[in-house]
């Protein structure tokens, strides 16, 4: 499982954890969300995330 960041703001899209408060059950891939996906912290579209290299 990997961790995406909002470019924009610095939040954190951890696929283990998902986005439950959103909707988005723990385990649920990035690439798997949504196109109309958007950061919950900032609005910030998809497009928007890149991977966090551990």
């Known amino acids: 499982m990997k961790k995406y960041r909002c470019k924009v703001c610095g939040w954190i899209y951890d696929e ?3 986005d439950p ?3 988005i059950a723990p385990g ?3 690439e798997d969300l ?3 996906f958007i950061c919950p912290l ?3 579209p998809k497009e928007e ?3 966090v290299e551990d």
Do not use: L, S
């Open 49 to 51: 995330f890149e991977v």
């Open 21 to 23: 408060d959103n909707g």
């Open 16 to 18: 283990a954890k998902g």
């Open 28 to 30: 649920t891939r990035f």
């Open 42 to 44: 900032c609005g910030a």
């Open 34 to 36: 949504p196109a109309e």
